[in-house]
């Protein structure tokens, strides 16, 4: 427990217990929700459809959850989202255990899961600070990354199993009901956080959000880069269950590579527990560098074992990649604006990667699935490298961040004076 001090916090460990339950659900989908939609058109461009529907609404859904965390009760935001998210996965679960559901389903319920966690997103990443000490926020993101990477062992496997025997409707259903659970943990947390001021409009704050997103350049130069990896990226949610389905063992080896992938991440991330890097983006950005290797042992069809285990190493440094950048936000950009910056953060960073979803399908109908997904997998190599390269990313540390914080509050109480 001496390693696990955040889990000594009341109001973490039940949004710990929640998020855990909920992550279980969601690790439950993937498989049986892309392997529904091939069975029921065979074609990678719907797939890339389903998948950029529920991407494209959480991506205009970050702004307005970012302006409400900020504007009202983080957890409310959170509960509501829980809720729809709940009702859509009972519904779409619903319909693939009734009949076939026609394409447009798939992509109106994969929207409005879509924009429950783009509601959900900049909230519960701005709770964090307020239900754990700031010495522990670093290892209170690892643990979620973790828990999530538990689940992303057995889920696939169990994702897989129902998809195999009763099919994917139930893997949907047993979803929702963990969005369920999440929503009742949230309703428990015993938080008593004063109440926020709502002097300004709701697009004041979307443009106070932005001015202090973009006036942190290592804050954008960082979610340039993602932005950048992301939209490259993309091709592997369309690429590689195609590739997998065809040539490396189907859902079972979809199931084999996310599990084992997960493994990784989970036992990698208990060796970062007390690791705190002085440098979080250049270290991060060394480990990440394994990620696109995983793409690319799938696009050039190596053997199902090998692909397995790149993916263990590439889960283990995407993940520690983003639990440093999280963090450092987390302890750097002050709460009264966190949400809204954590909001654009998501929108910029991630609005590519559906667009490399969408632009996968076509291009490997011309060129071949295997040779877009091994180029995409080089230019997500350059990229990350380049981004480790990059002086103000590489030199950034948490207490330069926070001075310069400092120093910010101070010239602006000067200005407020009129010194």
């Known amino acids: 427990m001496a390693r696990l001090g955040a889990l000594r916090e009341r109001n973490f460990r039940r949004l710990f217990a929640g998020q855990a339950v909920s992550s279980f659900g969601d690790a439950l989908v993937p498989v049986a929700l892309a392997f529904a939609v091939l069975r029921r058109t065979g074609s990678a461009t719907d797939l890339g459809l389903v998948l950029a529907a529920e991407m494209f609404s959480q991506q205009v859904s970050y702004l307005l ?6 504007r009202w009760s983080r957890r409310v935001v959170m509960v509501a989202a829980d809720a729809g998210r709940a009702a859509g996965e009972l519904i779409l679960g619903g319909l693939l255990v009734a009949g076939h559901p026609a394409l447009w389903v798939f992509c109106a319920l994969a929207a409005l899961q879509g924009a429950g966690g783009g509601l959900f997103g900049p909230a519960a990443s701005g709770l964090v600070p307020a239900v754990v000490s700031d010495q522990h926020v670093q290892q209170a993101n690892q643990l979620q990354s973790m828990a999530r990477g538990v689940a992303s062992v057995a889920g696939p496997a169990a994702g897989g199993l129902l998809l195999l025997t009763v099919g994917a409707g139930w893997a949907l259903l047993a979803d929702g009901v963990s969005f369920a659970v999440s929503l009742v943990t949230l309703l428990g947390l015993g938080l008593h956080l004063p109440p926020r001021e709502r002097i300004s409009s709701p697009l004041q704050d979307l443009r106070s959000g932005w001015a ?15 932005a950048a990896f992301n939209l490259f990226g993309g091709a592997w949610l369309t690429l590689g269950p195609v590739i997998v389905r065809r040539s490396l063992g189907g859902a079972g080896g979809w199931a084999a590579i996310s599990s084992v992938g997960a493994l990784g991440a989970v036992v990698g991330g208990f060796g970062m527990l007390r690791v705190r890097p ?13 990620w696109p290797l995983t ?15 790149l993916s263990a190493l590439g889960t283990f440094g995407i993940v520690t ?47 071949g699935a295997g040779t877009v997904l ?16 990059t002086p103000v990313v590489r030199n950034f540390t948490v207490e330069e961040g926070r001075r310069r914080e400092a120093e910010r509050a101070g010239a602006g109480a000067q200005r407020t004076n009129g010194t």
């Open 65 to 70: 959850g970012g302006v409400l965390a900020d």
């Open 212 to 226: 202090a997103f973009s006036s942190r350049r290592w804050y954008v130069v960082t979610v340039a880069f993602i």
């Open 278 to 290: 002085r440098h979080p983006f250049r270290f991060g950005a060394r480990l990440a560098a394994f």
């Open 295 to 309: 793409f690319l042992a799938v696009g050039l069809r190596l053997p199902l074992a090998a692909v397995c285990a």
């Open 321 to 367: 990649y983003d639990d440093l950048h999280h963090t450092a936000v987390q302890q750097v950009i002050p709460d009264a604006v966190l949400s809204r910056v954590l909001s654009y953060d998501y929108l910029l960073g991630d609005t590519t990667r559906p667009v490399g979803a969408i632009l996968a399908g076509p291009l490997a109908a011309a060129l």
């Open 374 to 389: 091994a180029g995409a997998s080089i230019l997500v190599l350059v990229v990350i490298v380049a981004m480790g390269l």
